[in-house]
């Protein structure tokens, strides 16, 4: 299984991005999620969905402004960003397959965000 996200890009704060995930094999079983790393710190989770996108959760630092989804026709996952603060720059990355505490199995390459303010 491949991942491949894009998306990424330049934005003011305030400003929208939607970031894509897609993976090459089959992945609809897979819970999936979104991680990002800032300049300097740890990477840290951000958002996962359920295989069949019936439950999802996040960090607290984005409820309610990002959202989380996936098409499993398209073997994809999204993250609509809304609201975007200059904290949320970072390189964000999808992963897929929960291996329960140890993380993900299966990691893309990461989009950078650059959010000015």
């Known amino acids: 299984v491949q991942l491949q996200a894009s998306g990424g890009g330049l934005v003011q704060a305030g400003g929208s991005l939607r970031l894509s995930c897609t993976a090459s094999?089959?992945?609809?079983?897979?819970?999936k999620a979104w991680f990002r790393q800032a300049p300097g710190k740890e990477r840290e989770f951000v958002a996962s969905i359920s295989s069949n996108g019936f439950s999802t959760d996040y960090a607290d630092s984005v409820k309610g402004r990002f959202t989380i989804s996936r098409d499993n026709a398209k073997n994809a996952v999204y993250l609509q960003m809304n609201n975007l603060k200059p904290e949320d720059t970072a390189v964000y990355y999808c992963?897929?397959?929960?291996?329960?505490?140890?993380?993900?199995?299966?990691w893309g390459q990461g989009t950078l965000v650059t959010v000015s303010s």
């Open positions: 094999g089959r992945t609809f079983s897979y819970t």
């Open positions: 992963a897929a397959q929960r291996l329960g505490p140890s993380g993900y199995g299966y």
